[in-house]
């Protein structure tokens, strides 16, 4: 049984990444504080729910562009500094909030300005703490820290809102908001006790030119890129949240409360997913890993929406988040294995802008298929789109399929093809 538990090896062997690791515990749930608490605020002040969705889209190009141009700042400085520059910021966009709750009559901009600027923040911060992840544990160890990673993120998206309910009711948003900074302050502290974590050749200069580097490398990685389209296909087709309160109100006959279980049916299958990843390290093929992931996603995806009994479709929704979960290990194992180090910020934002935006593309794409046929066409259509973009992409990006130790062997190629590349463009003969 042990063999299948999440494996905390990177805990026991490497100090500094115990560090980053409790940082990252402790930001992650007060983050699903503020998250739950802004959305409370909002809709108390307003009572309007296009207020409440209209905050979290604010957020998308802020996160986005955070993301693109922190994975440069993370290849061009010290990622320690990053990390500590990233905490003292992000708890300064929530002191903000903490402000207005504490106003006799709090205004609603400060949700939109605050929320936005966090996000961006968010953004710079993925890139640099995944970057600095291979920095701080060796290559064999990867995977198992990975699935760390990942279990606290899911531990708090579950954990977090529960307990938000519970202290906004006790102690107030003001307070909530609050707890929040506090836990930005013992992310910082934790940032502050690791070694320098400086790019190998002291960093790459930030620009256009650095951001197109790492593009040219994604393009050159064929398992890599194909990494990020088959997630952006599971997320575009096969993430039917958009249509959950038409679901849980209509087709289940139920209330905020069916809604609410239809939200955290996926986040508890990956919560519990992610606690057995002990075995994903000892997976070899783990392109073909991911493909099998994405392709019970869309399975379930599809069956949840053929199937019009409450109970078996959260068993489905919980089956499919802890597919999702273990997909996401493997995709980031074979990030970390594919992407040199000095390259590893760049990416890093590049994947955190497609997990991000692929989600909101999927309610796009999920609300115009509810507008063609309804909600369970929606839904079913969506699963079988994803497990026939699985199909496709097998098919046109064979390294998928074939790729041994994530693509470890097919990264050793491409930078072979790199620094031939750079050779030919500096001119035959000339020193790199």
Same mark, same amino acid.
């Given at each position: 049984? +042990? ?115 966090? +996000? ?60 929040? /900074? ?7 502290? *934790? +940032? ?122 959260? +068993? ?36 955190? *802008? ?32 994803? /497990? ?45």
């Amino acid at each position: 049984m +042990a063999r299948f538990v999440v494996d905390i090896t990177p805990l026991r062997k490497y100090r500094h990444f115990r560090r980053l690791w409790a940082g990252q515990v402790v930001s992650g749930m007060g983050t699903q504080l503020t998250l739950v608490a802004v959305s409370f605020q909002a809709y108390a002040l307003t009572h309007s729910t296009l207020v409440v969705g209209l905050i979290g889209l604010a957020q998308l190009v802020p996160l986005l562009a955070g993301a693109l141009v922190g994975g440069t700042l993370a290849d061009a400085m010290d990622r320690k500094k990053v990390l500590i520059l990233t905490q003292v910021a992000s708890a300064a966009a929530v002191s903000g909030l903490v402000v207005n709750a504490s106003l006799t009559h709090p205004a609603v901009w400060p949700l939109f300005v605050c929320t936005g600027a966090g +996000a961006g923040f968010q953004g710079v911060d993925w890139p640099a703490r995944r970057a600095a992840l291979p920095m701080l544990v060796g290559a064999q160890d990867t995977t198992a820290a990975i699935a760390l990673q990942t279990t606290i993120q899911q531990l708090a998206l579950v954990a977090g809102p529960a307990l938000a309910g519970i202290l906004i009711a006790t102690v107030g948003l003001g307070a909530v908001f609050g707890i929040d /900074v506090a836990t930005f302050a013992v992310a910082l502290l *934790a +940032a502050l006790f690791l070694p320098p974590l400086v790019p190998s050749g002291g960093g790459t200069p930030m620009g256009l030119r650095s951001m197109a580097e790492g593009f040219r490398h994604l393009r050159r990685e064929k398992l890599l890129s194909a990494t990020y389209w088959i997630d952006l296909n599971a997320m575009i087709f096969g993430m039917p949240r958009a249509v959950f309160p038409a679901l849980g109100t209509g087709l289940f006959g139920g209330g905020a409360g069916v809604v609410g279980l239809l939200y955290a049916a996926p986040g508890a299958g990956a919560l519990v997913g992610s606690l057995f990843t002990g075995w994903c390290s000892r997976v070899h093929h783990q392109g073909r890993a991911i493909a099998a992931c994405v392709i019970v996603w869309g399975i379930t995806i599809t069956l949840f929406g053929i199937i019009p009994v409450l109970w078996v479709g959260l +068993a489905l929704l919980a089956l499919a988040g802890a597919a999702d979960v273990v997909s996401a290990v493997f995709r980031q194992a074979v990030q970390q294995r594919t992407v040199p180090e000095h390259l590893q910020g760049r990416l890093s934002g590049t994947f955190f *802008a497609v997990v991000a935006g692929g989600p909101r593309l999927g309610d796009a794409e999920t609300g115009v298929a509810a507008a063609i046929g309804g909600p369970q066409f929606a839904v079913w259509s969506g699963g079988v789109a994803c /497990v026939a973009g699985v199909g496709i992409l097998l098919w046109r990006i064979p390294e998928l399929w074939r790729d041994r130790d994530g693509g470890a062997e097919l990264s050793a190629g491409a930078r072979t093809d790199a620094v031939a590349e750079v050779t030919n463009e500096l001119g035959e003969g000339e020193p790199l």
